[in-house]
């Protein structure tokens, strides 16, 4: 396997993987975007450490587990290494939104939304919606790559992450997100239905 130069491997016969084909369509849409190890970056080796404390140490795993768009870059964690093409696809989906809402809104004022409506933890209206656009696309992306079943069963995890500490407990009501969960679900639903 060749190594590529955000650290994915390709195969020998020369033949990308689909990951690598999205990566190249971002780098058009994006041109100075990067992939970068978050370990390697004081910033979010900080991020890391201010996280923990205001979770209480509920969110421990942003540098080992969560992948984060910065400044137009991507700050990989380390689990970005074991991951295969189709779940970087997938990733690469979701990080594509955030970098979209970027340009949309600019730094400063996606900064702010992210941080501050309605409050910056337990009810954090703006991350939540912020986070939900992103959300809708890791949805899609595991349905067009593993099926519905699959995307099916992100749910759990996806309440998980908003009702817990993995994002602040950004919007704790569940109900809520799982009526979100299932809306996208139904409109993927009606999508594959035969039409008459």
Known sequence: MAETADGSSSAESGAIGRHERLLD????????????AKRGFPLQRA???????????????YLSRYHTVLFGKL???????????D??????????VHL??????????????????????FVAWGRARI??????????ATAEVRGLDAARALESDIVRRYVGPDYGWMWPFPRAVR???????RSLEAERRPRR
């Open 179 to 185: 009526r979100w969960f299932g809306d996208v679900i």
């Open 25 to 36: 369509e971002i780098r058009v849409e994006f041109p100075s975007f990067e992939i970068r």
């Open 87 to 96: 779940d970087r696809y997938i990733l690469l989906r979701h990080e594509r």
């Open 47 to 61: 991020i890391a450490v201010a996280l923990a404390i205001v979770t209480l140490g509920g969110q421990r795993a």
């Open 131 to 140: 986070e939900w656009e992103a959300y809708i696309e890791t949805i899609r």
């Open 75 to 85: 700050y990989v964690s380390d689990a970005w290494k074991g991951m295969d093409d």
């Open 100 to 121: 979209r809402q970027r340009r949309r809104m600019g730094d400063l004022t996606m900064t702010l939304v992210y941080l501050f409506p309605i409050l910056p933890l």
